[in-house]
Each structure stands twice: as structure tokens, then as C-alpha cells.
């Protein structure tokens, strides 16, 4: 078996094991993508029939039968459950268990709430053809006489790699040695090899009505914000966490044609302006968008951020020497955290490297203003600390009024629907973290270039 990750290609005529988070109550708008496997566990209980195994578990969460043709072309089954609560079809033809076969072009694993992907069977070319009609008859026959999904995605796999020994003609020994209970707990370990605690960021907001039908659709990162999917315009996934992004740009643009600019074509490059201008276009394709390569760039783009501030700290009162290490060591660094980091796909990197560099910037002021010699003049130390400061409070207000939005996402849509638009916009709080972050950052830098003139004009004298 193998758990599948969507950059992945899947194999021609093979059977999957789809494993979904369930959609929750529509009081709950948050699916949590992170479970604690020690509490899935196989039990056994005696019945009359003889010893029972099943899965302490695997009933928290949805599974389904992905049947792969090839490249753009399979077909999806599942068998789902429906809280009587959420049934919005005609009064009376209200059914607990509903089947469904869907032909996708994108393997499952895209789709939002799909956390596990699961190889099962690989069959041969020449039976590959008849199993999707096979599959189509066993499907809901199967369905019909059984309560529980994991129990008819079980025997699906079980009765299909039956049906492939007879085509084959050969006999399957391992048949016999078939647990049901074995594959749901391999399974479920698959999807989720391991837990970080990391509260909100765990967190999704799935489901908004209409985030399957927009230009960039289906979702297939892993970050999904409070603000509604696709609500304002079929070409931008979040409307206000797409546009706040200018404020980066507005101010990386500021600084490159403010003061002794040198005209239209010949702007004031610095590696912290362009850092500014990169996470402002790589924020909002990714909004735009949230496609999982485009978080990866906006995730990135906040470190190239960081780092190139931690750099111009660093290369002050430096020889060009050491300024050339200084910048290639950097510049290793960086390629390799984000090939890294690409290639593990896991958030907690990021956030620690992030935090890490922060705290690098902090004590590397702290240093060049009361510790280094020759020290700067009181005036100016305070002046830059007293701005360094109030940017730094810029910057956690705006993370504190985005865990507003991350942990009281349905109070607030409540409430934006109560005021309507244009007044609901201004409760869209991780939007406000662009902004404040975009105004706390280009202070910072403003303060950075003015400690780098005052060490060139200490070169001079």
C-alpha cells in the first residue's frame, strides 16, 4: 500500500481506498485535518456468530473506492451518510445512506477533504477494462446490503480482487489471509503517519457554496480561510485576502520610486524591497487561486521576506568580503530550506523557520543599537527603537485579530451576513494581517535603510 500525495501520478488500472473528513454539521464550520491515531486500535467482541473484529475509529471518517483508468480518467464511488439535519432534498424521500459514482479527471486526493489515498490493487491491462463495469454493478449492490462505509469499501476490495484471480484464472491464497479490520487500521495509519499539535493550523473552512465552481476550482491547498470561497467573483477564491495583498506592493513600489528615485525605468532596487513586491504578487495568486503550488510561493515568499531584513542586518559594518559570504551562505540556506520544505509539504517547518528568523532580526537589532561599537548616537536609537517597537506591534495585532478569524470563523460570517456588504468586508480579518503585517514589515526596512546610511556615513568621515 501506499498513501498518495496530489503531485503524485497515480498508477493505470489500479483500485484506491479513498479516506474523507466528514462534513460537519452546518453549525460547525471548520473540518480539523489533524487525528490522534493512538486511539485507532483493532478490537474484537465475541457475538453469537463467533469473534468480531473491528476498528476503534473508523467510523470518524468517510471512505469511498477510487477506480483509476489512466491520466484524466477514473471513476469515484462513494457511500455516504446523511445527518437527517442536513438532508435538503424533498420532504419523504429522506435516505440515511446514499451511493454515488462519480468520473473525475483529477485524482481524489485534490479534492479538500480527502486526506488519504490508499493503493489497494493493481490489475492487469487486459482485465483492467471490465473492471469499471464490474465495479459499477458491485457497487451499489453492495451498498444495498450494508450500514456502514468502511464495511462496503472493505468488500468491495476484497470481492474485486476475487473477481481479477477468476479473470486470471488463478488462485489468490491471499484471499484466505484477508482482514478487513488489518486494511481499514493500515489504512487510517497511511493517511495519517504522524500528529503535530498545532492548533488553528490544522483547521480548514470547507464547503462554502460555491468553491467548487470557480476558475481555480477544486481548492487543493491545505490552508482554507474563514472568508467564503468564490463569494464575490468567479475568478478570485477570497475576494479581500486576494486585494489586501497591494498594500505589499503599494509599499515595496513606495520605496523603490520614493525619494532619489532615479525614474519609471530605474527604480531603487534593494534586496528587501523586492522581497516586499515578491510576497505581495505571491499572497495574492495564492488567495486568488488556493492552489497548493501557489501556497508553497506565498509560504516561501515569507521567508525570503524575513531573510532578506535578517540579511541586511547582518551585512552591516562588514567587510565586501564577508558581505559576499554572508549573502551566499544565506542564499544556500534559503534553496535548500525550500526544496526541503517542498518536498516534505509540511507547515510546521515554516512556521518554525519563520519564527526563528524573527527572533534572529529582533537580536540582531538589539545588538547593532546598544551593544555594538561604535555605537550610534542616544537620538537615533531611540528614534529607531520607538519605530522598530510600534512595527512590531503592528505586526501581532494583526496575527492576534487573524486567530480572531481562524477561531471564531462562524460568529463572524454570522454577523457579516447580518451587516452586508461593503461593512461585512472590514470583518475579514486575515485580510487585516496583510495589511498590518505589509505596514509593520516596510517599517521595519525604513528603519534598516536608515541605520545603513548612517554606516555609510561613518565610512566617510
Known sequence: MMMSFPTQQLQPFTLYITVSVPEDPPETLARRYDYDTSIIEICEE???????????GSTDFDWGIYWHRELGDGTWYTYEFTEPSMYKGPPGLYKSWTYHRTDVKQSPRLHRHVVGLVQFLRVPDKIGEKITGFLDWLAPLVGSNTR???TWATTICLQTRLYVAHERKIVDKGVEEFD???????????????????GHHNLRFDGDPHSLSGAWSPPTSRANFCEEDYAITFYLAEFINALTNVTYVYLALRSMYGPRSRGLFAPKWDFMSFSLLVLGFGSFLFHATLRQTLEFVDELS?????????????????????????SIALAVF??????????????????IAFWVSLILIGVRIRYLFYWAKPSFSKENVHNWAVRVWTATFTCLFGYLIWNIDLEFCHE????RQKIGLPWAFLLEFHGWWHILTAIGASQ??????????????????
Open 46 to 56: 465475541e457475538e453469537a456468530d463467533g469473534t468480531v473484529r473491528f476498528v476503534l
Open 148 to 150: 456502514r462505509d468502511d
Open 180 to 198: 478487513a479490520a488489518t486494511l481499514l487500521y493500515q489504512t487510517l495509519h497511511l493517511a495519517y503517519p504522524e500528529v503535530h499539535t498545532m
Open 302 to 326: 515569507m521567508m525570503l521576506l524575513s531573510w532578506s531584513m535578517l540579511r541586511s542586518l547582518l551585512i552591516l559594518r562588514q567587510s565586501p568580503t564577508n558581505i559576499r559570504y554572508i
Open 334 to 351: 534559503f534553496i535548500s530550506f525550500s526544496v526541503f520544505y517542498v518536498i516534505s509539504a509540511k507547515i510546521i517547518y515554516q512556521v
Open 412 to 415: 463572524l460570517r454570522a454577523f
Open 444 to 461: 521595519v526596512m525604513n528603519v534598516l535603510r536608515e541605520v545603513r546610511e548612517e554606516v555609510d556615513r561613518e565610512k566617510k568621515e
